[in-house]
């Protein structure tokens, strides 16, 4: 049982990011010092809207310039802390290179901030962000787990630096982090396992997660002759912040946790938006069949492999979020409120345009 000081400075890793950004709005609100590590303090375009956030809010950030190759990076970001948030990993799916561009820097990364942790004295908590990535794979793996959904017990065994490189980052990542707690004794760690996060920017314009790219795929017509029915699980990007909150505060949070609102599917995700957006925006509202998309699916996109379409078009996604709920009393919002506030402040921002 860890019971946090809400007057210590907290630290958040890749602070700038679609989900951290959230977090750090939700932490400042509460009248906390948010240390802020991020690569680049002095760009406005990446930190304006956390500067905005705190200006109207009673706590404060602090920021600090840290890279996760660089050992030793984010040390003097976490000295005062109780509490970690690491967040920082590249969730991009186009690289060049998966071991560098992926790999390395959510496995080192973890093993650079988290070895940190050890020398730093007031560390009590760690909460790292990891992926329901570090789950599994593709839908048929949700089906195929025991009882037929994914549970925290499970573990990513199909994700590898050839096929869905991100899934194997993250889950890499997750095992160094509970690899490296065992070798201390002075701080916990907590596991958030979020699956697909979608819900509203903080910063629209200059955000590169590829939550926000799937977005603008959504409503900017790739779709707009059907969508692949691909099992997934959704939660909104508000929701994944007041977890990590949780997860930081309450003195019983415990392992880790699937933080999953939503068991839906690619096409369901598109066809949320038609009552508001249908008339305006290209978006799509059939099922493209399976077998079409076996024969153009690998030629249109790199990650539509044969393989890919075989484990997870058609195929319906399973996952217990009962732990979080139970631990954390988490609720979670309705899937059509995240996707319209989503579109919506994509649409204010003039990331995406009317037809
Ligand atoms: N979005 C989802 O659907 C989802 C689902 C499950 C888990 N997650 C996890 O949530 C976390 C945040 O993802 P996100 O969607 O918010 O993506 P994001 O907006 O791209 O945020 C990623 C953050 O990591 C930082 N970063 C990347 N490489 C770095 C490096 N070498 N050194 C220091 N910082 C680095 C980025 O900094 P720069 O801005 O400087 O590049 C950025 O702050 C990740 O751990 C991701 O795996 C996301």
């Not at 050839?162 to 980052?169: E, G």
Request: glycine share 6%; aromatic share 8%; proline share 5%.
């Amino acid at each position: 049982m860890t019971q946090i000081d809400k007057t210590k400075p907290v630290l958040v890793t890749g602070a700038n990011g679609y989900v951290a950004s959230w977090l750090v709005k939700k932490l400042v609100d509460e009248g906390i010092t948010v240390h802020a590590a991020v690569r680049s303090p002095e760009n406005n375009k990446k930190v304006g809207h956390l500067k905005a956030a705190a200006a109207l809010a009673k706590g404060e950030i602090k920021f600090f310039k840290a890279d996760l190759l660089e050992a030793g990076s984010y040390k003097e970001a976490m000295q005062g802390c109780e509490l970690v948030y690491h967040t920082a990993s590249p969730f991009v799916t186009d690289v060049k290179d998966p071991q560098r561009d992926l790999v390395d820097p959510a496995e080192k990364g973890t093993a650079n901030v988290l070895e940190t942790a050890k020398e730093i004295s007031s560390v009590k908590r760690v909460v790292v962000t990891s992926s329901c990535a570090a789950i599994y794979t593709d839908a048929i793996d949700s089906i195929n787990a025991p009882g037929g959904r994914l549970t925290e017990q499970v573990w990513n065994t199909t994700a590898s630096l050839n096929y869905q490189p991100y899934s194997y980052s993250k889950t890499l990542a997750e095992q160094k982090a509970w690899e490296l707690v065992n070798s201390q004794s002075q701080w916990d760690l907590v596991t958030i396992n979020p699956c697909l996060v979608l819900g509203p920017a903080l910063n629209p314009q200059h955000s590169t997660s590829e939550s926000v790219n799937i977005l603008k795929m959504l409503g900017g017509g790739d779709m707009k002759m059907g969508a692949p029915k691909i099992g997934m699980g959704v939660v909104d990007v508000r929701d994944v912040a007041e977890a990590h909150y949780r997860a930081g505060f309450m003195p019983n949070a415990d392992g880790r946790y699937i933080t999953a609102a939503h068991e839906t599917d690619f096409l369901e995700m598109g066809t949320t938006l038609l009552g508001t957006y249908g008339d305006k925006f290209p978006l799509p509202r059939k099922a493209l069949p399976k077998w079409l998309l076996m024969i153009i699916g690998p030629m249109t996109n790199k990650l539509f492999t044969r393989k890919f379409i075989r484990n997870n078009v058609n195929i319906p996604w399973r996952a217990d979020n009962s732990k979080i709920k139970n631990d954390l009393q988490m609720n979670f919002l309705p899937l059509k409120k995240t996707m319209e506030d989503a579109f919506q402040v994509l649409i204010d921002n003039g990331a995406l345009k009317a037809k």
